[in-house]
């Protein structure tokens, strides 16, 4: 897959590998003078720019590598954050030491190129364009120290060294979280007068960053400031604002072929001229080059005995449970849809089969457009090679037309930003401000492309006349379930400080599938493929519950919503204060 831009950025890795990035000439050995004075030399060290802060699959972890289904409902994992054990040295994405790679290190580099590129010859459009880029990481690479932690310390211009240990962000305060998002929002309006809302070559410039993407952006960041996290006293100016940012996002993207792509799951297949595509990270697949770019992704969730799959990222039995019926309803709410649990899989919400692998179910893999999944057990012992330890398999974006011996390569863009989120965010907004039917108009149109039924009174399974608290646990609800495995949830659930409601003191669970003791193995082996799910589930398995978390029930802490800064930095900084939940006096609600 060729991606564009990213083709051109071995090319500037080698320019910024001839010295210290962190260098005040730092993009490469030559002369700023001489390279800003090229517009082709500038795009390479702007592409050096993209490489250090595009976000992986899944999103921006960072070195917390919180955002994944582990830390969620989604799915399962062991981690101080959920048992509650979280210490002052544990979330260490501020950084402290002269790195490229660390937050303030990235932040370095985007504000040398943005000084060299000001001292430069170079002008008019190509200017513009190529400082909105740099405003669009520079925000961005402030949004999520943000989120960790609250206000940080703004560093707009290239620091000098100081002392022989030169940090960053060394003896300045940090800035209050409000003067921040200020700030982020002034790069991204900035970005957004800069940019052009398409670029003319895509197939070229596929992945570059676009007005409608720097709107899409300031998007998300005021929804955040506007969350109970940033905003228990429900200011409405906050909420306003937020909702003034998602409508020039939808305008401007929806005006260019923005749009909701027609197939839910084949959207991660398309790249140039994808309409859901709004901030992308691309990858190729290169398997011998030094330029390659695989996402990983693929390759580590699939099953084990898929060729090479790490069988990772397994849903939860919440997870699965947790998928509206066809007609839009939840589990057991629904009148058309009867739910049983021995019977999951029956007249759910087309984005369940397109989410979830589960036994038997069919899922076209390494070619093989009949494979039926089997994960169940006999005597105890699984059918599988390796066991699924939930029951099920995650199969969103995973690429059923890999042969086995490529699924190591897979190339599958990441779509950090999908225009079903500018909808969403739009619509959480509007219910900010009491603007309750442009919520449910962009509720409508998620569910409409969905596959739900829209019903006799056109509302797609959503409850009538809902109150405002109801729609935003509507939205909540409706980005759980559209954003599934894209590492969003546990962002969402911490921006509404719902975690404890909605984790604390519980385990989340899996399931075996067994194969009953009155069926012969044998006999069931050679017409398993032939069955119908239905029968299948009622004569030939029995399914039982299983805690996932055995090692504690979960523990979320109030003081989590704000992270506190490193110890680390601390030492190092004696002007950064501690947050107020972890002994500081930093507000981060000022």
């Given at each position: 897959m060729k991606k564009g831009y990213f083709g051109l950025l071995i090319a500037a890795v080698a320019?910024?590998?001839?010295?210290?990035?962190?260098?005040?000439?730092?993009?490469?050995?030559?002369d700023p003078s001489i390279i800003f004075?090229?517009?082709?030399?500038?795009?390479?060290?702007?592409?050096?720019?993209?490489?250090?802060?595009?976000?992986?699959?899944?999103?921006?972890?960072?070195?917390?590598?919180?955002?994944?289904?582990?830390?969620?409902?989604?799915?399962?994992?062991?981690?101080?954050y959920l048992e509650g054990s979280l210490t002052v040295t544990d979330v260490t994405d501020f950084g402290t030491a002269l790195n490229a790679t660390n937050s303030y290190g990235k932040i370095r580099t985007i504000n040398s190129f943005l000084q060299d590129l000001k001292n430069g010859t170079i002008k008019g459009g190509t200017r513009n364009r190529l400082l909105g880029q740099a405003l669009f990481f520079r925000a961005w690479r402030y949004f999520e120290l943000v989120k960790l932690y609250?206000?940080?310390?703004?560093?707009?211009?290239?620091?000098?060294?100081?002392?022989?240990?030169?940090?960053?962000?060394?003896?300045?305060?940090?800035?209050s979280t409000s003067d921040c998002?200020?700030?982020i929002s002034a790069d991204l309006d900035s970005a957004i007068a800069y940019l052009p809302a398409k670029w003319s070559n895509p197939a070229v410039d596929w992945g570059r960053?676009?007005?409608?993407?720097?709107?899409?952006?300031?998007?998300r960041v005021l929804l955040y400031a506007a969350s109970p996290q940033f905003n228990p006293n429900d200011v409405t100016d906050k909420w306003k604002a937020a909702y003034d940012a998602g409508k020039q996002a939808v305008a401007i993207l929806s005006a260019n072929g923005g749009a909701l792509h027609a197939s839910f799951d084949q959207m991660w297949f398309q790249e140039q001229s994808n309409p859901e595509a709004v901030f992308i990270t691309g990858y190729n697949t290169s398997s011998g080059d030094q330029a390659k770019k695989n996402n990983g992704y693929d390759n580590a969730t699939r099953p084990k005995y898929t060729g090479t799959g790490g069988g990772s990222n397994q849903p939860s039995w919440e997870m699965v449970k947790a998928f509206p019926m066809l007609d839009g309803k939840k589990p057991g709410e629904s009148t058309k849809y009867a739910y049983s649990d021995s019977t999951f899989f029956k007249n759910r919400d087309p984005r369940f089969e397109k989410t979830i692998a589960y036994n038997g179910s069919t899922w076209p893999l390494n070619g093989n457009a009949g494979y039926r999944l089997w994960t169940y057990y006999v005597g105890g012992k699984t059918t599988e090679s390796s066991a699924t330890n939930t029951g099920f398999y995650t199969r969103?974006?995973?690429?059923?037309?890999l042969e086995a011996s490529q699924v190591q390569y897979a190339g599958t863009d990441w779509i950090e930003i999908r225009y079903a989120e500018v909808l969403l965010n739009l619509a959480e907004a509007a219910v900010g401000i009491g603007q309750l039917e442009e919520a449910y108009t962009q509720l409508k149109a998620i569910r409409k492309r969905a596959g739900i039924e829209a019903g006799t009174d056109g509302l797609y399974g959503l409850k009538a006349s809902m109150t405002r608290a109801e729609l935003f646990d509507a939205i909540l609800y409706e980005r759980q379930i559209e954003f599934a495995f894209e590492g969003k949830r546990f962002w969402d659930l911490r921006r509404w400080k719902r975690i404890e409601k909605t984790l604390n003191g519980k385990r989340r669970t899996g399931v075996t599938v067994d194969l009953k003791a009155s069926v012969d193995a044998g006999t069931f082996l050679t017409i398993r493929d032939g069955l119908k799910l239905e029968e299948a589930y009622s004569n030939y398995f029995t399914i039982t519950v299983k805690n996932l978390d055995t090692k504690y029930a979960i523990n979320w802490k109030d003081s989590y919503y704000?992270?506190?800064?490193?110890?680390?930095a601390i030492d190092n900084n004696p002007k950064l204060i501690q947050n107020s939940a972890w002994g500081g006096g930093f507000d981060p609600l000022q």
């Open positions: 320019l910024a590998g001839c010295k210290d990035v962190l260098n005040k000439t730092d993009l490469s050995a030559a004075r090229d517009s082709a030399l500038a795009t390479l060290s702007l592409n050096y720019v993209y490489d250090q802060n595009l976000p992986a699959w899944g999103g921006p972890t960072a070195t917390t590598s919180l955002g994944g289904s582990s830390y969620t409902d989604e799915s399962y994992g062991e981690s101080k609250g206000g940080v310390p703004l560093v707009l211009t290239p620091q000098e060294a100081v002392g022989v240990e030169a940090r960053e962000a060394a003896f300045l305060p940090r800035n998002y200020k700030q960053i676009t007005s409608g993407a720097a709107a899409a952006l300031k998007g969103k974006a995973i690429n059923p037309t704000y992270f506190p800064i490193p110890s680390s």
